[in-house]
């Protein structure tokens, strides 16, 4: 029971529902199945430390699983990202494109070439980031992996986006939009406002609110 519940907690957490995957994930911290999509519920949450924790152990855990690292490592590339440590972000990057590098499985070769992609960026390096992308895009099969293909192309859209290349950023974000229609998943609000922006996609669908709970000297 505990492995279906993690499963179902990991599509949870794509669809946006974060308190339903929460729950699912309640009393299974010690196993290891649930760190995965557990450092996925913090990354989706902007809990940047506790994804960065709860990845960590993740590896310390697996031991020579190594595709469960390839996972984990891009998780922790995308939490030390968002704790703005572009030199810790840039060695688990390292770390993970050494562990994928023999690895003949498309989707974690996919994951890791978008993980060192959003290194790139951060680093100022934005030309290479476009061509990481595009060769990631180009060894997956079309209609392959259809989520993954999304994200990319959403990163791709973004960082042409940035460079002043509007009219090919609005050709990946409208083909990202289009294979977007036919899941039943959600995108960040900034991939969304992305998409709404360059696309003309109103239809985007977005987390839903979540209220949190925060200090605020002695009270909360």
Known sequence: ???????LADVRVRQGRLAEAEELLLGKDQSMQALLPAAR????????ELARATARRGLRAI????????????LLVD????????????????????RAG?????????????????????????DAGVA???AVLDELREGQFPWMQATLLIELARRRD?????????????????????LD????????????????ERSIPRPPATPTLARDGKGW
């Open 1 to 7: 029971g505990w492995h279906a519940d993690i499963a």
């Open 41 to 48: 519920l913090h990354l989706a949450r902007g809990d940047f």
């Open 185 to 200: 998943v959600v995108v960040s609000p900034a991939d969304a406002a992305l998409l709404e922006r360059l696309a003309q």
């Open 63 to 74: 031991g020579d699983d190594r595709l469960r690292a390839v996972e984990l490592f891009a």
């Open 79 to 98: 939490a030390e990202l968002g704790r703005g440590d572009v030199a810790a972000a840039t060695a688990a990057c390292a770390e993970l494109v050494a």
């Open 132 to 134: 990481t992308l595009e």
């Open 162 to 182: 940035e460079a002043g290349d509007v009219a090919a950023a609005t050709v990946d974000a409208k083909a990202a939009a289009a294979i977007l229609a036919g």
């Open 102 to 126: 023999d690895v003949d499985i498309p989707a974690l070769r996919a994951r890791a070439g978008a993980a060192r992609a959003r290194v790139q960026a951060a680093a100022g390096e934005g």
